[in-house]
């Protein structure tokens, strides 16, 4: 051995001592060698062995062989050459050893690794007796680590607490040779109860001690675990037992608990599963705080440890009990339960290896119960918030219902009030006119003051009441357009003119501005709400414009869209009252201040008109300055029309789209790059109800993804193609792993192209475009 170290510290330069660079005064009786440097610091110390010794690794070694004592603490060894330099009386060598002790260094794991693996392989290739108990040490340490490891695993895997910890119960006996093993679990009022230290001596399960109360119990089990619970006791000890069944029944519930898991090494042992003996606990020593720091019990010999509990020494001997060990489980800062191991057939002296492996098995199964209570409160709150969203999602349809439903009501009303109310101002306005042309006598100019303002004011009424009604028409969805084809420049100069008369009274200059070239001037839309749309900006422009002011209506085109522009150098509008325009009933200045007259209906109507076309209606103002009102329309089609040729790529055809996808990260990815590009998307995720949100949106193009988990998208596309009117709409289906079948069988059910995930930003937009505008009823796969 001392040629190994002197070969070993020459081979990584450290420094050899031995019992010759040591005082003489505390030179060990036998042999000793020393490797020391930076990084690694070893002492093996050399011993003849006179009597055989009980420790682990000696019982291997002869009567008469030779122990060696390695010893690897950098603190030991720091102390070992501190006891040299105070006592050596040579200057020379007191130096040496401090100068070792200076450089003393941290212990390295690789180095020390290392220098294990070096001396293994010396001892099983030179002495391999000596070594054979060392060899078996980490052979039986190895084997330790693995069923260590295996259980871990096999709690690791597993959510499911009963699944773990039958799994641990069955695997720790087998490993440990035992008799029996069980887990005792206390009632969760005992476990809350014992997270403080209690007076109450009563706390030392003889048998084990796991963690539900008497009610978690089958109720089928509840008399025969009561029953186990009473061993047969002496008269003298049936003073401290319950004096019921009740009583039995109540107390664990109360204060204690019971065996919960069992494994047994024969089936002959007895089973004590569900037994509880808290009534025995009475005179049983105080062990609830020792439990609470930790501490494990260990019982060698149980006729010597309960000789003064008559009880529990009973209780245990009637199962059979010689030998036991208790290790707690602690969950948090309560006492859960107990990990308990039975010796039966003999009296067992415990290793310290075997009670340290327990503790890290009880270690393992707290976080295994920790998790899974987590586990089981989240699964609790996931169920409550289940039911939350599902009232709230009812909540929310009961509410869209009742707004439906007024909404339907609010129709109702304003067209048979609009009805109710024109026939009588028709007969106002009419008849004011008569008088005004035509009259039985000579009117005063106070009467015919009158009668122009009867006349005036039932016109203006009319108006307001028309546009409520068309408001009304358009959100019920009854107004359908009367597409046809017109002439831009002689609608455009209409809409002006019949602002002149009224622009000229207020000193204002009306001009049009068109820019479209003869080929271009037809056009095919709804002339009647094209008229409509630019009547009500002109009047807006005309009537907040100031004398002196100029608006101006310019119109072009670009493509398929016909595009007007409404500007006037009048108030402006301030920008944080832009967002209000186009809503209903809105006038943007003080009610007190209201200089001019209006409903506030006209630009909301003009917006609906605009977006009933499929076009967009914007604004740029800015207060002083004048306002600028854009309209985008693009080219209707009429029925039996040849297909509108497509734009440019970087002018897409402006269209509602629905995209049906569950997944929430692909949808905002899609929505994003069809809304960028002037796209109206509407996401739905619940697959179920495509078949009714189509019918109700009218889109011009279906993106669908193959892989719903709500429904099955083949069905829904085939269900598409049956139920949709118009040829031109088309399907465009997604899937993850586009393959021949699955495009085949996407195009049988109807699709008109597909695409694969994650989709290309350029492929999606120049299909989409394609299937827009092409009439064909499919593409090729981009």
Known sequence: MGLFLDQYSQRYQLTLITEADYPQALQPSDQFWGLLGPSLAVLLLAEPIQEPLETEAAQAVPPDGVALYLVMDPSAIQAFLDDGVAASDHPAQRA????????????????????????????ITAVPSACKPVQDRLDRQLERSLVLNQVVTKIQESLDLSVILQTTVSEVRHFLQADRLLIYQFSESSAHDQAAPSSDPSSDPGLGSPSDSWSNLPSDSLPQAASKALPSLSPDQSAHAPHSLAEVVAKPARQGGYITYEAKASETLSSVLHYTENFCFSHSPPCRERYLAGQTVVVDDIDETYASVPCLHNFLAQVGVKSKVVVPILVGQQLWGLLIVHQCNAQRHWEAWEIEFLGHI???????????????????????????????????RDALAAAQAANRAKSDFLATMSHELR??????????????????????????????????????????????????????????????????????????????????????????????????DSFVADPRRVRQILSNLLSNAVKFTPAEGKVTLRVRREQNVAVFEVSDTGIGIPESAQPLLFQKFQQLENVRQREYQGTGLGLALTKQLVELHGGSIKVVSKVGSGSLFSVRIPLQRRQGDSPIPSPPVDEPVVGRIVLVEDNEENASIICDMLTAADYQVIWIVDGSRVLDQVELLQPAAIIIN??????????????????????????????????????????????AATLVHPVNPKQLLTTMRQLMSDPAPGLSNP
């Open 423 to 520: 026939t009588p101002l028709t007969y106002i306005i009419g008849m004011s006119a008569t008088l005004l042309r035509w009259s039985l006598g000579d009117l005063s100019e106070r009467q015919r003051d009158y009668l122009n303002t009867i006349h005036t004011s039932g016109e203006h009424l009319l108006t307001v009441i028309n546009d409520i009604l068309e408001v009304s028409k358009i959100e019920s969805g009854r107004t359908v357009l009367e597409v046809r084809e017109f002439s831009l420049t002689s609608l455009s100069r209409q809409s002006v003119d019949a602002f002149r008369a009224e622009a000229a009274r207020n000193d204002l200059d009306v001009v049009l501005d068109l820019k479209i070239a003869p080929d271009q």
């Open 706 to 751: 193959l892989g719903l988990a709500s429904a099955n998208s083949y069905d829904i596309i085939t269900a598409l193609g049956q139920s949709l009117h118009h040829p031109r709409v088309k399907i465009l289906a997604l899937t993850a792993d586009l393959s021949p079948d699955q495009d085949r069988q996407a195009r049988q059910a109807g699709a």
């Open 96 to 123: 040496h050893l401090a100068d070792l002790r200076q450089h003393l260094g941290p212990l390295d794991p690789a180095a020390q690794a290392q220098f294990m693996l070096a001396w293994l392989d010396f001892c």
């Open 362 to 396: 009880a270690e393992h199964l707290s976080i295994a119960i920790n998790q899974a209570q987590l586990y089981q409160q989240l699964q609790r709150q996931t169920q409550n918030l289940e039911v939350c969203v599902i009232e709230r999602t009812q909540d929310l």
